[in-house]
């Protein structure tokens, strides 16, 4: 598998910076240099570069791009109730944040072996009238804080305020906060692992492309494994995020 970066070349011959792909190398072929930057090739074949740059007269830079993969960051994608903290139905107090056992221990492992820690989590509270943004703020900013006393960092929370029935951008199963924080942070969503204690966390996770969606047995967890056990099947699935960092700090010695 080679990590292409694409490029758009304007009328007026500005060169921009597109997108991120992976081909096998098998799949693409270098056609002809187009522009007098050395490192400035066509992509041409039936391969999945060409449907990326959606007909656009799509370049890439095979220099720029060694430099890009080598930088690229890897992510774990973390559900907050449930999976980081103890489930509450709808949640809005700061004071009722539980942090579930050996979670601080779990993220400090996955943290210094080099992962981003990000959280991903629907709180629909919100758009159901059940509490305003300002609670998951306060809720949020108790979680960073608890976190952070132990040395763990989070990159970034997204959440999704919207009701089910309600449009919204980034509502799980939706992959946009995780294509949101691929961009943001420079990550390699391929590289990366999604979290969570219900099969929306995973559909998630496997909507972006991720390396693999574990589900953990807390908050929702057991009841989902029980209740969907065909497309759970698919995942991993292990008690809690002790489990899941042995899983994949594991997975990547294999
Ligand atoms: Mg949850």
């Known amino acids: 598998m080679v990590l292409f970066s694409w490029h758009v070349l304007s009328s007026t011959g500005k060169l921009s910076f597109g997108g991120i792909f992976s081909v096998a190398a098998a799949d693409f072929k270098v056609e002809k240099r187009l522009l007098p930057h050395p490192a400035i090739v066509a992509i041409r074949g039936g391969n999945r570069a060409v449907h990326s740059a959606k007909g656009l007269f799509g370049f890439a830079s095979q220099e720029r791009s060694a430099t890009i993969s080598s930088n690229m960051n890897m992510a774990v994608f973390l559900d907050r109730d449930g999976t980081l903290i103890q489930e509450k139905d709808y949640l809005c107090d700061p004071d009722q944040v539980i942090v579930l056992p050996g979670a601080m221990t779990a993220l400090h492992r996955l943290q210094q072996a080099g992962f981003k820690l990000i959280i991903v989590t629907n709180q629909s509270g919100v758009g159901r009238g059940y509490f305003t943004l300002a609670d998951v703020e306060a809720v949020n900013a108790r979680v960073v804080r608890e976190f952070g006393r132990q040395g763990v960092n989070f990159q970034k929370i997204y959440f999704a305020p919207e009701a089910p029935e309600q449009p919204s951008r980034g509502r799980k199963p939706s992959p946009q906060f995780l294509f949101d924080a691929r961009d943001e942070f420079g990550l390699d969503l391929a590289r990366s692992y999604m979290i969570g204690d219900k099969l929306i966390d995973l559909e998630c996770g496997w909507n972006a492309g991720v390396n693999q969606c574990l589900l953990v047995r807390t908050g929702y967890g057991a009841e989902q494994e029980r209740k969907h056990p065909g497309p759970v099947s698919r ?16 997975s990547r010695s294999r």
């Open 235 to 250: 995942a991993v699935v292990v008690d809690d995020l002790p489990a899941v960092a042995d899983w994949i700090l594991h």
